[in-house]
């Protein structure tokens, strides 16, 4: 009898034991159920950070490669220059195009922002200019203040847009480049190719200067004088004026006296004369 029950009880405690391989089969599917609906999941989840990283790098690469660039007005009464697209009240001035480049120029930006300078020359809104009446841009002002870095390549394409400019009679001058621009400017002689006497500190010191050249513009109908009497170009007249009217000594120390006739049109607001 005792020796029954013993065989009865250790036949109950292997029982349980034959269960267990089905037991394991069952967790094991269910783990596997489980790994097989979460790696989707996690795959799911990738691609879409995956997408986002590669939508985020494009549009800083199109940014970058199209930067923005903005025509600059006077704020009536001040001598601040903003954007004409977000200050309509703000107003230009015949034959002057103020220019703001709000990036680093490099060579991959640096065609684009010539055709934008491009279509400026040619693209004037007349309804907010003011100044004397000249039918076309005599100088164009790049405010350079947003430009933290300019490559060799950009340097280059800023000579060659001196040079396009120079051929149709056209001046360009830099207003308010940093430190590290200016230096790469110098040393690579754009600088000195472009006049160091172009190059100022305030937006508004570059129009007042370029304003008197326009205003100096003898705009009234003549009949037309001989060749033989004047071959000159504009831009050669206004280097030979410019070294004449401003020595060097009066550009390094900062003194540009206002020369506009008391006369002038009343339109305009007096052009502040800036002494050091």
């Given at each position: 009898?005792?020796?029954?029950?013993?065989?009865?009880?250790?036949?109950?405690?292997?029982?349980?034991?034959?269960?267990?391989?089905?037991?394991?089969?069952?967790?094991?599917?269910?783990?596997?159920?489980?790994?097989?609906?979460?790696?989707?999941?996690?795959?799911?989840?990738?691609?879409?950070?995956?997408?986002?990283?590669?939508?985020?790098?494009a549009f800083v690469i199109h940014e970058s490669?199209?930067?923005?660039?903005?025509?600059?007005?006077?704020?009536?009464?001040?001598?601040?220059?903003?954007?004409?697209?977000?200050?309509?009240?703000?107003?230009?001035?015949?034959?002057?195009?103020?220019?703001?480049?709000?990036?680093?120029?490099?060579?991959?930006?640096?065609?684009?922002?010539?055709?934008?300078?491009?279509?400026?020359?040619?693209?004037?809104?007349?309804?907010?200019?003011?100044?004397?009446?000249?039918?076309?841009?005599?100088?164009?002002?790049?405010?350079?203040?947003?430009?933290?870095?300019?490559?060799?390549?950009?340097?280059?394409?800023?000579?060659?847009?001196?040079?396009?400019?120079?051929?149709?009679?056209?001046?360009?001058?830099?207003?308010?480049?940093?430190?590290?621009?200016?230096?790469?400017?110098?040393?690579?002689?754009?600088?000195?190719?472009?006049?160091?006497?172009?190059?100022?500190?305030?937006?508004?010191?570059?129009?007042?200067?370029?304003?008197?050249?326009?205003?100096?513009?003898?705009?009234?109908?003549?009949?037309?004088?001989?060749?033989?009497?004047?071959?000159?170009?504009?831009?050669?007249?206004?280097?030979?004026?410019?070294?004449?009217?401003?020595?060097?000594?009066?550009?390094?120390?900062?003194?540009?006296?206002?020369?506009?006739?008391?006369?002038?049109?009343?339109?305009?607001?007096?052009?502040?004369?800036?002494?050091?």
């Open positions: 009898m005792a020796a029954n029950r013993i065989r009865q009880r250790s036949q109950g405690r292997e029982r349980p034991s034959r269960d267990e391989p089905e037991r394991a089969r069952v967790s094991n599917l269910r783990e596997s159920g489980e790994r097989q609906v979460a790696t989707p999941m996690v795959t799911n989840q990738s691609n879409q950070r995956g997408l986002m990283v590669g939508v985020s790098l490669a199209n930067p923005h660039v903005a025509v600059l007005g006077r704020l009536p009464g001040t001598t601040i220059y903003r954007n004409v697209q977000q200050y309509p009240e703000a107003y230009t001035y015949n034959g002057i195009v103020v220019v703001r480049i709000d990036a680093p120029i490099y060579f991959a930006n640096i065609s684009y922002i010539k055709d934008r300078l491009r279509e400026f020359e040619f693209e004037v809104d007349k309804s907010t200019n003011r100044g004397p009446e000249v039918e076309r841009v005599y100088f164009v002002i790049i405010e350079m203040a947003p430009v933290t870095y300019i490559d060799s390549s950009a340097v280059q394409a800023l000579k060659d847009l001196h040079q396009e400019y120079k051929s149709r009679d056209i001046q360009m001058a830099i207003a308010n480049p940093n430190r590290e621009v200016l230096l790469a400017l110098t040393r690579s002689g754009v600088v000195e190719l472009i006049g160091k006497e172009w190059f100022f500190v305030r937006v508004h010191d570059a129009v007042q200067v370029c304003l008197q050249h326009v205003q100096s513009l003898d705009v009234s109908p003549k009949a037309p004088k001989p060749l033989s009497e004047d071959k000159s170009t504009f831009f050669q007249r206004l280097s030979k004026q410019r070294t004449e009217e401003f020595p060097t000594a009066d550009l390094e120390s900062g003194e540009r006296h206002s020369r506009i006739s008391k006369d002038a049109d009343p339109q305009l607001e007096p052009l502040l004369s800036r002494k050091s």
